[in-house]
């Protein structure tokens, strides 16, 4: 079992690009050991005890660790933990693929053609779902995941990139932990690499399904009918900046439509001015046009590796994971409604970060994945 240590307060360096005066946020930081090559961190309630666990995909080890929370912002490693998770695992999404009630991870193999299930016992441990790793005939390898329910039989479905093909694959699930395959390809824009992510994008109750495409500057919106298949939205796909890659779904200005916030692969942008954050409103009908102020320069940012958004200090912040710079870019609207830049230190490596409510007083934390390091850290804001 694995307790997290007494934390510290950390230093913060700040860049300041709105209105002064700008109070930067302070944390206190936990950092616990997990496997080796930490990449992909997913939060949700897997032994149902009512408390937030953390799931981290251990890329170079081909495992998950599971630590399970106690509310107060204490983790203890599940039994069992880490598990085997196939080749390179590379997302992780959490879904009851079986219909047992419990939660289970559907979790996409990195530079092999598969993805693993893995069934949970509502208790913290997990086993393989009959049949896994699946082959999902990704040309080359699947990156990404999305799990929802897209054909309406009450079972949750897989979607996954074939960036060779610049197609998505559907793959349907048979209600008992085992996906269809192959499944049904669905064209996209120009090398969907990296990140899929599926939401209600207009409003008509059936889940959608957003890409990143590398090679052409935009994100691809396909609109599910409910019933298996899609259509692109009009207008789509859209322009998101130099290289996209990166995609996190929110709803950032709170009017009740999803808005998407997008990273460059920098290692194939012009310059130093297309490294920056791509924030995309979302109408409601399925269409997308830039936020005021967007992009956001990620400045000393090197080699931003993942993005998310959420609450702290009851300001809306996103956040940005940068592997080379060893670094994290937040930028944390401020009462103007414009984004303050702010660095905080980060242990590096391609490794992401996201935010979670850990403990009960509903503050909001960050959790970054150190991939060099074989560690997470949690940043407590103060």
């Given at each position: ?48 005890d ?85 082959d ?76 990143t ?16 298949s ?8 859209f ?42 409103m ?13 992009p ?51 242990k ?35």
């Amino acid at each position: 079992m694995k307790l997290v240590p007494a934390g510290l307060v950390i230093p913060v360096l700040v860049g300041i690009s709105g209105d002064l005066p700008y109070r930067a946020p302070q944390f206190r930081q936990v950092t616990i050991r997990v496997g080796q090559g930490p990449r992909w961190i997913s939060v949700v309630d897997v032994n149902r005890d009512g408390n937030p666990d953390i799931l981290v995909t251990n890329a170079d080890a081909g495992t998950v660790s599971v630590l399970l929370g106690d509310g107060r912002g204490e983790f203890r490693e599940a039994a069992g933990s880490p598990l085997a998770a196939g080749h390179l695992p590379n997302d992780i999404a959490v879904a009851d693929m079986n219909g047992d009630g419990n939660p289970d991870l559907v979790i996409p193999n990195h530079q092999a053609p598969t993805i693993t299930i893995l069934l949970g016992d509502g208790r913290g441990g997990f086993r393989t779902a009959p049949g896994s790793p699946f082959d999902v005939h990704s040309n080359p390898h699947p990156h990404g995941v999305a799990v929802a329910d897209f054909d309406g039989d009450g079972k949750p479905d897989v979607a996954t990139d074939s960036w060779g093909e610049n197609k998505i694959e559907l793959l349907l699930g048979d209600g008992k932990g085992g996906l269809r395959t192959p499944g049904r390809f669905f064209a996209v824009g120009r090398r969907p690499y990296e990140r899929l992510r599926s939401a209600d994008f207009n409003h008509d109750g059936h889940p959608d399904i957003v890409t990143t495409n590398l090679d052409d500057g935009t994100v691809s919106i396909l609109l599910g009918d409910g019933k298996g298949s899609f259509a692109d939205a009009r207008g789509s796909p859209f322009p998101a900046g130099a290289k996209p890659w990166q995609v996190f779904v929110v709803d950032l200005n709170g009017d009740g439509n999803v808005d998407l916030v997008v990273i460059p692969y920098q290692r194939d942008i012009a310059n130093d001015a297309q490294n920056a954050v791509t924030v995309l409103m979302g109408d409601g009908h399925g269409g997308f046009k830039a936020m005021a102020g967007s992009p956001l320069p990620l400045g000393s940012c090197r080699g931003p590796n993942s993005v998310t958004a959420g609450e702290l200090r009851d300001r809306q912040v996103i956040a940005v994971a940068c592997a080379e710079s060893r670094n994290l870019m937040l930028f944390e609207r401020g009462g103007s409604g414009r984004f303050e830049a702010t660095a905080i230190p980060f242990k590096g490596g391609w490794g992401s970060v996201a935010f979670a409510r850990l403990t009960k007083d509903g503050r909001g934390e960050l959790i970054a994945a150190n991939n060099e390091d074989g560690s997470i850290t949690i940043y407590f804001p103060q």
